[in-house]
């Protein structure tokens, strides 16, 4: 059942992957501490759950800052980012469009079903109907993409 996201074009691919320093990633107790900070009902969402969600979407995404262009666009900052700005991934004209900023809701409502929430969007994933599903999913790249706290 997974479809995978449209290859960007040859000449926007690079082949190394580029990030910056390593981020050191967060201890459990961290993550726990971020996963109650989200607001409901994602701050009570299975975490391993959404890492299994996230399964069907790492052929074309990842969650770590780089300036390399895979199938899609990096998730890491995606939360609080206006829709089609991710610096260097191609995006169709109807994301670039898509006038919107990234948060639980607006999110929820693309990954229920990406081509009607963006109609002319390259993104090919068919959705995901389990509305728990999305949110352990969402709240998963949340605390994967948090910080580490200072």
């Not at 290859?7 to 201890?27: F, G, H, I, R, Y």
């Not at 939360?79 to 999110?107: C, I, Q």
């Not at 994933?125 to 999305?134: P, S, V």
Request: charged letters at 25%; aromatic letters at 6%.
């Amino acid at each position: 059942m997974l479809t995978a996201c449209e290859p960007a074009p040859k000449s926007a691919q690079n082949s190394e992957a580029s990030a910056p320093a390593p981020v050191e990633p967060l201890t459990e107790a961290e993550k726990a501490q971020v996963l109650a900070s989200l607001p409901a009902p994602y701050n009570t969402a299975n975490l391993e759950e959404g890492k299994k969600q996230f399964g069907k979407c790492r052929s074309c995404h990842v969650l770590i800052e780089t300036t390399a262009t895979t199938t899609g666009p990096h998730l890491y900052g995606v939360l609080g980012r206006k829709a089609g700005t991710e610096g260097s991934y191609p995006y169709s004209d109807a994301m670039k469009a898509h006038n919107v900023t990234w948060d639980f809701a607006t999110l929820d409502a693309f990954l229920t079903k990406p081509r009607d929430a963006v109609p002319g969007t390259k993104m090919a994933f068919l959705g995901i109907k389990d509305a728990k599903d999305r949110e352990n999913l969402l709240a998963y790249i949340a605390v994967e993409t948090a910080k580490k706290p200072q």
